[in-house]
T-cell receptor, first 115, second 113 residues
Framework: AAGVIQSPRHLIKEKRETATLKCYPIPRHDTVYWYQQGPGQDPQFLISFYEKMQSDKGSIPDRFSAQQFSDYHSELNMSSLELGDSALYFC??????????????FGPGTRLTVT | AQSVTQPDIHITVSEGASLELRCNYSYGATPYLFWYVQSPGQGLQLLLKYFSGDTLVQGIKGFEAEFKRSQSSFNLRKPSVHWSDAAEYFCAVEKDSSYKLIFGSGTRLLVRP
């Protein structure tokens, strides 16, 4: 079965650089979520999109922005990177059907290292 | 505000032994509860979920969980652990009907041969 695709899987950037993470949801899933998982931490919700509109926002820094495109893929843009941004970034998708809209399916993550 | 507590940071069991991972939640109404498993360097895989109805839910890989409202718990169980079950397990609750998940701090499961 198709899964959530994230690219790149690994990314190394220097401080103050920018990074773009991409997420391709499972086909027919119209909702995308982004989470950040620091070393030894639990995943923390950043932002979500439903039908290309931002639906909720968590602890996402102002330096980060995200959007969902017409094909439902999403991109997380991160600017002025800081050492503390080093983490595993997960994308999850879910369908907005009555029975399944709470089921989030996670991608493998993008490991961002800021040096 | 909702919160999730996983009191055990690490648990070690022998292969073939039974397993129970604890999860307590804080929420006024009936929560939507989930268990996810994360293997090293991998993404989160949904094991099972509870929305309503039967309080004993079956998941993948032989896991089950029981929702106990009186104890605010949603413990994960498996009757016989396999070495491949070694991973980090996260309990999660859906926050405020917002579709976003609040995760517990995770329990790392180690399996002795």
């Amino acid at each position: 079965a198709a899964g959530v695709i994230q690219s790149p899987r690994h990314l190394i950037k220097e401080k103050r650089e920018t990074a773009t993470l991409k997420c391709y949801p499972i086909p027919r899933h119209d909702t995308v979520y982004w989470y950040q998982q620091g070393p030894g931490q639990d995943p923390q919700f950043l932002i979500s999109f439903y039908e290309k509109m931002q639906s909720d926002k968590g602890s996402i820094p102002d330096r980060f922005s995200a959007q969902q495109f017409s094909d439902y893929h999403s991109e997380l843009n991160m600017s002025s990177l800081e050492l503390g941004d080093s983490a595993l970034y997960f994308c999850a998708s879910s369908p907005r059907t009555p029975l399944h809209h709470y089921e989030q399916y996670f991608g493998p993550g993008t490991r961002l290292t800021v040096t | 505000a909702q919160s999730v507590t996983q009191p055990d940071i690490h648990i070690t069991v022998s292969e073939g032994a039974s397993l129970e991972l604890r999860c307590n939640y804080s929420y006024g109404a009936t929560p939507y509860l989930f268990w996810y498993v994360q293997s090293p360097g991998q993404g989160l895989q949904l094991l099972l979920k509870y929305f309503s109805g039967d309080t004993l839910v079956q998941g993948i890989k032989g896991f089950e969980a029981e929702f106990k409202r009186s104890q605010s718990s949603f413990n994960l169980r498996k009757p016989s652990v396999h070495w491949s079950d070694a991973a980090e397990y996260f309990c999660a609750v859906e926050k405020d009907s917002s579709y976003k998940l609040i995760f517990g701090s995770g329990t790392r499961l180690l399996v002795r041969p």
